[in-house]
C-alpha cells in the first residue's frame, strides 16, 4: 500500500510538473499552436515508447537476471557437488553396474569440445546404472550423508533451486537415501529385502547425480577454468584422481 501511494504521489508530481512548464512557455511565448503540436507529436510518439520499454528493455532486463539467477544456481549445485556430490559419487562409482564399462565417458579433460560434451549426455540419456548395496560400504555413505544432512535441508531450502527441477529431484534422492541409512541401526546384517530397497533408492541417486555432474563440469569449463581443473584432477570416477600435478 505504502509503495502505491508513493507511485501514486510520483506521478501525480510529474503532471504538475509538466503542467508547469507548458504553461512558462506559454507565458514566454505566447504560443499555444507549437504547444499543441509538440504536445501532438509527444502523444503520437508515446506507444513507440511503451513498445521500446516493454518489448526491448525489459526483455533485456529479464535477460540478464535470468543469467544471474542461473549463476547464483550453478554456485549452489557446486557447493553441493564440493561438500557431498563428489564423495557420494566416489563412494558409488566403483559398484555401479554399467560405470566401469563406460568409464570414458566419464574421461572429462580440458581438452573437451561441445560435441564431446553432447555426446556423453546422449550416451548417460540411454544409460541407466544400477547399484548392488551389497558391494558397498553403507556405514562409510551413511556417515559422509548424515554429517551433511543440515547442510541438505538449507540446499532445499534455497528457493533458486526452483528454476532447476532435475537438481531439486536429486536433492530429495539423496536426503531419502540419508534417511533410509541412518533409520537403520545395522548396516552389515541386513535382511535381503533391505538390500534390493536400498539399491533402488542408490541407483536413483546416483543416476541423477551424474547427469548434474556433467552439466556442472560444463558450466565449470565454460565459465570458471581454474575451477575446472581441480574438478578434472579431482574426477571422483578416476580411482587415481590427485588435486597434485604429477
Known sequence: MKRRNWYL???VAFVVLSATLYLIHYAVFRDPHHIFIYMLGDIAFLPL???FVTLIVAGLLDERDKRVTLEKMNMVIGAFFSEVGTGLLRSICTVA?????????????????????????????????????RQLDLERVRSLLVAKRDFMVRLLENPLLLERETFTDLLWAVFHL???????????????ADYAHLSGDLGRA??????????????????????FS?????????????????
Open 97 to 133: 553396474r554399467g560405470s566401469e564399462e563406460r568409464k570414458e565417458l566419464f574421461s572429462i579433460s580440458g581438452k573437451w569440445t561441445d560435441s564431446d560434451y553432447k555426446r556423453m549426455s546422449e550416451a548417460l540419456g540411454a544409460q541407466e546404472f544400477s547399484v548392488e548395496s
Open 206 to 227: 546416483y543416476n541423477l547425480i551424474v547427469r548434474e555432474w556433467l552439466l556442472y563440469m560444463r558450466h565449470l569449463e565454460k565459465s570458471y577454468p581454474y575451477l
Open 230 to 246: 581441480l574438478a578434472v584432477r579431482l574426477n571422483p570416477f578416476n580411482p587415481d584422481a590427485c588435486a597434485e600435478f604429477g
Open 9 to 11: 504521489l510520483l506521478g
Open 178 to 192: 540419508a534417511e533410509e541409512l541412518d533409520s537403520r541401526a545395522d548396516l552389515s546384517g541386513l535382511s535381503d
Open 49 to 51: 515508447e511503451v513498445l
